[in-house]
């Protein structure tokens, strides 16, 4: 379920680095929320720098904004975490100023979320059944 979209502005960056950064953004969601990777969506969008202003000024210095999903239920240590570890990791393989780094959590209710065709909410009921039968 989780997903992650990084908006950045200012010319793409090569495409190792793109990989680098949505592999390591993956790592990280999947290690602080502890789910199995194969749930993990990540995104770079890239925004031309004369679409963005930053701090009033276009073109302004590269910026990113972030936006990710939890279901709800995870913790605020949860979402904080993953809110500063994304920002440093922007920081260093982007190289964007920190300062410069806006994101957002996106609570969903798991009735609200589609997985295949199938609500989180009865894929959870699913879950919990199978992990009660082993």
Same mark, same amino acid.
């Given at each position: 379920? /989780? %997903?992650?979209?990084?908006? %950045?502005?200012? *010319?793409?960056?090569p495409?190792q680095?793109?990989?680098?950064?949505?592999s390591?953004?993956?790592?990280?969601? +999947? !290690?602080?929320?502890e789910? *199995?990777?194969?749930? $993990?969506r990540?995104?770079?969008?890239?925004? +031309?720098?004369?679409?963005? +202003?930053t701090m !009033?000024?276009? *073109?302004? *210095?590269?910026? $990113?904004?972030f936006?990710?999903?939890v279901?709800?239920?995870?913790?605020?240590?949860q979402?904080?975490?993953?809110?500063q570890?994304?920002s440093?990791?922007?920081?260093r %393989?982007l190289? $964007?100023?920190?300062?410069?780094v806006? !994101?957002?959590?996106?609570?969903?209710? /798991?009735e609200?979320?589609?997985?295949?065709?199938?609500? +989180?909410?009865?894929?959870?009921?699913?879950e919990?059944?199978?992990?009660?039968?082993?």
């Amino acid at each position: 379920m /989780p %997903v992650v979209k990084f908006h %950045v502005s200012g *010319p793409r960056h090569p495409d190792q680095v793109v990989r680098k950064f949505l592999s390591e953004a993956s790592e990280k969601y +999947a !290690g602080v929320l502890e789910c *199995p990777m194969d749930r $993990v969506r990540a995104f770079y969008v890239s925004h +031309a720098d004369t679409d963005v +202003a930053t701090m !009033g000024q276009v *073109p302004g *210095p590269r910026s $990113v904004f972030f936006e990710f999903i939890v279901l709800e239920g995870r913790s605020l240590e949860q979402r904080q975490k993953i809110a500063q570890e994304f920002s440093e990791l922007i920081g260093r %393989v982007l190289e $964007v100023e920190v300062e410069l780094v806006r !994101g957002h959590c996106i609570r969903v209710e /798991p009735e609200d979320w589609c997985i295949g065709g199938r609500f +989180a909410s009865d894929l959870r009921k699913s879950e919990i059944e199978n992990r009660k039968r082993q």
